[in-house]
């Protein structure tokens, strides 16, 4: 029985020491409902806003003290500060906020952009939708019809 206490001794020794993870033999994923901005007027002084939404799950040994880091790839510009959705060869500026207030271009966290940490909230699972804020500026004046843009989530737990 002392080689037990003994080993149960030097495993909590070794998990006080470790910084946290948000996920210990856990599987996550995450699910994306897209940003519909419907019709945008040129002739509109203010910008348009839209909203999706990015659903986080897992499943597993899930610390309660961690969180899971979000970040968006730029999409098609290539810059995470300069978005923009196409149809052919037009474009429409846009961009991508993590929060409501739009200040903060939601990003990888380099280049003047930031990420979103979401607390965990769960012991064997967890779950959790985080907002996606959308805006497209006002005065510009593209072709009319319908216009896209994909980008890429990736989650670090």
């Known amino acids: 029985m002392k080689p037990v206490g003994y080993m149960l001794a030097a495993l909590a020794a070794m998990a006080v020491a470790t910084p946290a993870r948000a996920c210990t033999l856990c599987t996550c994923s995450a699910s994306t409902t897209g940003i519909s901005f419907g019709g945008y007027d040129p002739t509109s002084p203010v910008p348009k806003d839209g909203a999706g939404s990015v659903t986080l799950s897992c499943t597993g040994l899930v610390s309660l003290a961690g969180t899971i880091d979000i970040a968006i790839s730029p999409g098609s510009s290539g810059d995470a500060l300069a978005r923009r959705m196409t149809q052919g060869g037009a474009a429409l500026n846009y961009n991508l906020y993590t ?47 319908p216009y896209s843009d994909s980008v890429i989530v990736t989650i670090t737990y």
């Open 99 to 145: 929060s409501a207030s739009r200040t903060t271009v939601w990003g990888t966290g380099s280049g003047g952009t930031g990420i979103v940490s979401a607390p965990l909230n769960g012991l064997l699972s967890f779950s959790q939708t985080v907002q996606v804020y959308g805006q497209i500026p006002a005065g510009q004046w593209p072709q009319a019809g």
